[in-house]
């Protein structure tokens, strides 16, 4: 269960994610960089990390034309991280899979973000709902060879049904019980997230921001653990 939940190491610079890392220990495995400390050094704290034995889920949420999107991914493949994030495009995907090949990295298509409502797509330019949009996009995913997608737990289900038992569903904008949601709106507990069929939980505020960490950290697996047992019971 500790390699389905990936801490978010979403703070201003690496001493603090250092910080972060030292004080969970040996309990925690798996860690989120994204943009925010990937522009201030997260980027070789990412190497170091994978180096040492820790899995990176880099979160670059890559965009651009076919062969750029190539080259990107070939270099970052070489960091030796374990997940990559592509915007669920169709073009950028097929070039993304094409480049990692033969290197083990999982990449993500990233579906529709879980600070993002209707009223927000509306404004965007899509006339989509949000689980439509995120069902499409998971389809694309699949069809283009992707490791898996990044989907707000309200939508794990629908898409396991899309994607099939294999690919990953890692799923952002968790939220323990009694937590504020912040700039999140689609955010579900870590139980209700695992029971719906997601395969990895990303959670960055309610463990980086707690007076204590790993009693965060703990009380999360704990949260997962209920479910995958409750699962167990009703099959």
Known sequence: MRDRLIVGL??????????VVAELGEGARFYKIGYQLAFAGGLEF????????????????????????????????????TMLTI?????AMRAAVE?????????????????????DLQQAG??????????????????AGM??????????????RVIGPEMAIVTPGIRPAGSPAGDQKRV?????????????????????????RKAAFAQILGEMSNAETTEGKTE
């Open 147 to 160: 490791g898996g997608v990044v989907c707000a737990a309200f939508e794990a289900a629908a898409v396991r």
């Open 46 to 81: 990412a190497r170091d990390l994978a180096a040492g034995g820790r899995k990176v889920f880099l979160d670059m949420k890559l965009l651009d034309i076919d062969n750029t999107v190539a080259k990107g991914v070939e270099n970052i493949a070489r960091m030796g991280v």
């Open 188 to 212: 579900m507990t870590p139980s209700q997230a695992i029971s719906s069929g997601a395969s990895h939980l990303v959670v960055a505020r309610p463990v980086v921001a707690a007076q204590d």
């Open 87 to 91: 915007h669920a495009y169709p073009k």
């Open 99 to 119: 480049a990692a090949a033969g290197s083990g990295l999982c990449l993500l298509g990233v579906t529709v973000l879980t600070s993002m409502d209707e009223a």
């Open 126 to 143: 899509y006339d989509f709902a949000p689980h439509d949009l995120v069902e499409r996009r998971a389809a694309q995913a699949f069809e």
């Open 10 to 19: 979403d703070v201003p610079d690496v001493k603090q994610a250092e910080s």
